[in-house]
C-alpha cells in the first residue's frame, strides 16, 4: 500500500472531523452513498453555515463602547441671545409716502416754490406741527424731486413721529439722489434703531460721523455699537458651530461607510468558507482528486498525486481552483478523463493542468 496515499487519507478523515459541511459537496456524493452502504450514517448538513458566525459578531457589537451622548443642539441662533431692545417699537406698516416723479422737468419757478414749502414745512416743524410738516415737505418733493435733502428732511420728521420704515424709504431715495449726504445715513440709522436693527444702525451712525461728525448721531452710535459688537459676535460663535457640525456628520458618514464596508467583506469571507473547508481554501473538488489519488483512469501526463501541503502551498493553483469554470471542468475530467480533449481550447484548464503535472515530475 502507498503510504503516501494512506497520510493524504488520514488528511482527509481529520478534515471531515473538523467540518462535516465537507461531505455534504456535490462531488463527495459517491464517497456519502459508501458510507452509507457500509451501514454509517453521514451528519446532517448545515442550514446556514454563516449563522454561526453572526452570534460572535453581535457579541463584538455589543463591546462596542457606548458612545458619550450629543450635547442638545440650541433650537436657533437666536435662543441664547440676549438684547437689552428698550426702546424698539412695533414697525409702521401704512402705505408708502409719496416720492415725486423722478422724470419731472424742474423749472427755475419750481425749485423756487419747493425752496418755499420746504422753509414752511421747517417752520411747523418747529411749532411741533409734524403732520403739517410732512404734507408741506411732500408738496416740495413733487416740485422738485431730486433734491436729496427734501427727502432726508421728511424723514427727520417720520422718525420723530416713530414711523421708522417710512423714514427708511425716503433716507433709501435721497442716499440714491446723493451718496455722500451724512444726514442721511444719520436719520435712516436712527430709525434702524427704532425697528431693533441693530447691525444696520451702527453701520449708518458710524457712516455719518465718518462723512461729518455729528454729536447726536455719534451719542447714538455708543449706545447700539455694544449691542451690534453682539450679535456679530454671536453670529460667528453659530457659524462656527455650523463648521463644526458639518464636519462631524462628514466624519460619521466615511466611518459609518467604513464599518459597512468592512461587515460586506467579513460576510463574504464568510460565504467563501461556508462551501468547504477552510484548511483547504473551500475546495471540495481538490479533496475529491486527493482521496482518490488522482483522476479515475489518470489524468493525462500525470503520476501519483504529489505531497498535499506541496499543491495547496502554490497561490497559482489556489488561485485557479476558485475560478468556477475551472473546477467544473476538472470534475468533468474526474468523470471521463477522456474528456479532457474537449479543454484543449481552454487556457485555463490547460495552464492549471500544466502547473500539476509539473508538481508531478511529468509533461501532459
Known amino acids: 500500500m502507498d503510504l503516501r496515499k494512506v497520510s493524504e487519507l488520514r488528511a482527509f478523515v481529520k478534515l471531515c472531523k473538523q467540518n462535516p459541511a465537507v461531505l455534504h459537496a456535490e462531488e463527495l456524493s459517491f464517497f456519502r452513498e459508501w458510507v452509507e452502504s457500509m451501514g454509517g450514517t453521514v451528519p446532517p448538513a448545515p442550514c446556514n453555515t454563516t449563522s454561526s458566525e453572526k452570534p460572535d459578531e453581535a457579541k463584538a457589537?455589543?463591546?462596542?463602547?457606548?458612545?458619550?451622548?450629543?450635547?442638545?443642539e440650541?433650537?436657533?441662533?437666536?435662543?441664547?441671545?440676549?438684547?437689552?431692545?428698550?426702546?424698539?417699537?412695533?414697525?409702521?406698516?401704512?402705505?408708502?409716502?409719496?416720492?415725486?416723479?423722478?422724470?419731472?422737468?424742474?423749472?427755475?419757478?419750481?425749485?423756487?416754490q419747493a425752496n418755499e414749502k420746504k422753509m414752511e414745512a421747517i417752520n411747523a416743524l418747529g411749532e411741533g406741527k409734524l403732520e403739517e410738516a410732512i404734507n408741506l415737505f411732500t408738496e416740495a418733493i413733487k416740485l422738485n424731486p431730486q433734491l436729496a435733502i427734501l427727502y432726508a428732511k421728511r424723514a427727520s420728521v417720520y422718525v420723530k413721529m416713530q414711523k421708522p420704515n417710512a423714514a427708511i424709504r425716503d433716507c433709501d431715495r435721497a442716499i440714491q439722489i446723493n451718496p455722500d449726504s451724512a444726514q442721511t445715513y444719520k436719520w435712516r440709522g436712527k430709525a434702524h434703531r427704532l425697528l431693533g436693527h441693530w447691525e444696520e444702525a451702527a453701520h449708518d451712525l458710524a457712516l455719518a460721523c465718518k462723512l461729518d461728525y455729528d454729536e447726536d448721531a455719534s451719542t447714538m452710535l455708543k449706545e447700539v455699537q455694544p449691542r451690534a459688537q453682539k450679535i456679530a459676535e454671536h453670529r460667528r460663535k453659530y457659524e462656527r458651530k455650523r463648521e463644526e457640525k458639518e464636519i462631524r456628520e462628514?466624519?460619521?458618514?466615511?466611518?459609518?461607510?467604513?464599518?459597512?464596508?468592512?461587515?460586506?467583506?467579513?460576510?463574504?469571507?464568510?460565504?467563501?468558507?461556508?462551501?468547504?473547508?477552510?484548511?483547504?481554501?473551500g475546495f471540495p473538488g481538490v479533496v475529491f482528486l486527493i482521496f482518490a489519488g488522482g483522476f479515475p483512469g489518470g489524468m493525462p501526463g500525470m503520476g501519483g498525486m504529489p505531497g498535499l501541503n506541496e499543491i495547496l502551498s502554490d497561490p497559482e493553483v489556489l488561485a485557479a481552483m476558485q475560478d468556477p469554470e475551472v473546477m467544473a471542468a476538472f470534475q468533468d475530467v474526474a468523470q471521463n478523463p477522456a474528456n479532457v480533449s474537449k479543454y484543449q481550447n481552454n487556457p485555463k484548464v490547460m495552464n492549471l493542468i500544466g502547473k500539476l503535472s509539473a508538481k508531478f515530475g511529468t509533461q501532459p
Open 250 to 281: 462628514r466624519m460619521e458618514r466615511v466611518k459609518k461607510a467604513r464599518e459597512e464596508h468592512e461587515r460586506a467583506q467579513r460576510e463574504e469571507e464568510a460565504r467563501r468558507q461556508a462551501g468547504g473547508g477552510a484548511q483547504f481554501g
Open 61 to 72: 457589537e455589543e463591546k462596542k463602547p457606548e458612545e458619550p451622548p450629543k450635547p442638545p
Open 74 to 112: 440650541p433650537e436657533s441662533e437666536e435662543s441664547d441671545l440676549e438684547i437689552d431692545n428698550e426702546g424698539v417699537i412695533e414697525p409702521d406698516t401704512e402705505e408708502p409716502q409719496e416720492m415725486g416723479d423722478e422724470d419731472t422737468e424742474v423749472s427755475d419757478e419750481m425749485m423756487d
